[in-house]
């Protein structure tokens, strides 16, 4: 779905593409759009700047699991220049590979991106999340592919990334994130041992966070099991 290019103000947009959150938060409300169903994308969505804000049944603000996300992306979908404001329900959905470029999450819903499909490969390359009180990605993919995060700036958040404790269907799940800015956070990456979970970390300005959470998973839906924290070599390597 192609939409017309918006003429919005020089900084704003540079802003946006830098992924500045105080920046961004200032974006005048003609650039606002007010979302009430999941915008199915395929091919490339380039926002231009815009901020799109849930509303009616995207408009709760809650935390509940199962909601619909702002943006649907299709398998090969490319999502880019796009501010999410708030409420922001589930986010972003990708039913397999996507990118997501200079997408900037003011306050982040459940979570900011949710990653599904087999052989799924998901680039994050720029922008930007605050105000996460659990994940911002969270990773449900099944067997092979990777995700990628970099020059990304990550604040007020739980878990940057998790690869999913108890889903119905298990794997093992790589991430490799890069040249990152987080602060006040709780952990980098929830990865589960016992899967083979990898997370690699390179390059990153994240002070005194924890840079992995180890755990063991499972598939009946209950509680994951911490079991350790730090990089062990194997499940979370930091260089």
Request: proline share 3%; with cysteine; net charge positive.
């Amino acid at each position: 779905m192609k939409r017309p290019r918006v003429l919005i103000g020089a900084a704003v947009l540079a802003a946006a593409l830098a992924g500045s959150i105080a920046t961004v938060g200032s974006a005048s409300a003609a650039t606002d759009v007010k979302v009430t169903a999941s915008i199915k994308v395929t091919g490339t969505f380039d926002g231009g700047g815009k901020r799109y804000i849930g509303s009616g049944a995207l408009g709760s603000g809650g935390q509940d699991e199962g909601q619909d996300p702002i943006f649907d992306l299709a398998a090969g979908a490319t999502l880019k220049n796009v501010i999410l404001g708030a409420p922001s329900a589930d986010g972003v959905h990708c039913a397999g590979s996507c990118n997501l470029a200079n997408v900037v999450w003011q306050d982040v819903g459940e979570d900011a991106a949710t990653f599904r499909g087999t052989n799924a490969t998901v680039v994050i390359d720029g922008g930007s999340a605050a105000s996460a009180s659990d994940k911002v990605f969270q990773d449900n993919r099944g067997a092979g592919g990777s995700v990628t995060i970099k020059n990304f700036k990550v604040s007020n958040f739980g878990k940057l990334y998790r690869s999913c404790g108890n889903c119905s269907t298990q794997a093992a799940r790589k991430v490799t994130i890069q040249n990152i800015t987080a602060t006040s956070g709780k952990v980098i990456a929830g990865v589960n041992t016992n899967y083979g979970d990898v997370a690699t970390l390179k390059g990153n300005n994240i002070g005194s966070i924890p840079p992995c959470w180890l755990y063991t998973g499972n598939n009946t839906g209950a509680e994951p099991t911490k079991t350790g924290s730090g990089p062990n070599g194997r499940n979370c390597i930091v260089s």
